[in-house]
């Protein structure tokens, strides 16, 4: 069993930044892929970004690549989102996540999950 907890979440304005953060504890925390997803009000928790248990593969939405950077520090047990150019329609519930094996982008596949923090970017 896994245990993650997601933090740094919060109320922007559109154009700042944001680091939320993800801390793992329960198990090898360097064996598991990890991930990032979100969730909007009425519609699906949809990929984000993901991250091999190397760090070395890193894998990104469309819709933020550029502006988004997964990274992790596996001596801390931490997985990081670092967030830049906030929009509005980033607006979301962030879940941080974790599996076995290789960083892959289907929701379904994760088999931990954090609570989730909230982002909320005003225009």
């Known amino acids: 069993q896994v245990q993650l907890v997601e933090s740094g979440g919060g109320l922007v304005q559109a154009g700042g930044s944001l680091r939320l953060s993800c801390a793992a504890s329960?198990?090898?925390?360097?064996?598991?892929?990890m991930g990032w997803f979100r969730q909007a009000p009425g519609k699906e928790r949809e990929f984000v970004a993901a991250i091999s248990w190397t760090g070395d593969r890193t894998y990104y939405a469309d819709s933020v690549k550029g502006r988004f950077t997964i990274s992790r520090d596996n001596a801390k047990n931490t997985m990081y989102l670092q967030i830049n150019s906030l929009k509005p329609d980033d607006t979301a519930v962030y879940y941080c996540a974790a599996k076995p094996g290789i960083a892959e982008t289907r929701v379904t596949r994760y088999a931990y999950w954090g609570q989730g923090t909230q982002v909320t970017v005003s225009s």
């Open positions: 329960g198990r090898t925390f360097s064996s598991y892929a």
